[in-house]
């Protein structure tokens, strides 16, 4: 098991940053894939980014690319998401996920911190 708690949301104008952070509970963190998931209400949750267990790959969504980072620091079973150049569209709840280094699908999430961009 994994509890994962999501920190670092508020109230951004356009332009500006964020880091998410997503704190892991166990000994095991090391071994996972994390994630970054966004929901507006109404809409299906999307994908962000993702980060493999061993810190080597890196994915993002074409809409973040550029402009958001994901990175971990296993001492701390921390995964971070720096969040730069904000839009209004980035508005969101931000969930952190994670998966077992084998698995396909993400078992574990946090309860999400919000984010919201002005303009």
């Known amino acids: 098991q994994v509890q994962l708690v999501e920190s670092g949301g508020g109230l951004v104008q356009a332009g500006g940053s964020l880091r998410l952070s997503c704190a892991a509970s166990?000994?095991?963190?090391?071994?996972?894939?994390m994630g970054w998931f966004r929901q507006v209400p109404g809409k299906e949750r999307e994908f962000v980014a993702v980060l493999s267990w061993s810190g080597g790959a890196t994915y993002y969504a074409d809409s973040v690319k550029g402009r958001f980072t994901i990175s971990r620091d296993n001492a701390r079973n921390t995964v971070y998401l720096q969040m730069n150049s904000l839009k209004p569209d980035d508005t969101a709840k931000y969930y952190c996920a994670a998966r077992w280094r084998d698995k396909a699908t993400f078992a574990y999430w946090g309860q999400g911190t919000q984010v919201t961009v002005s303009s």
């Open positions: 166990g000994h095991t963190f090391s071994s996972y894939d």
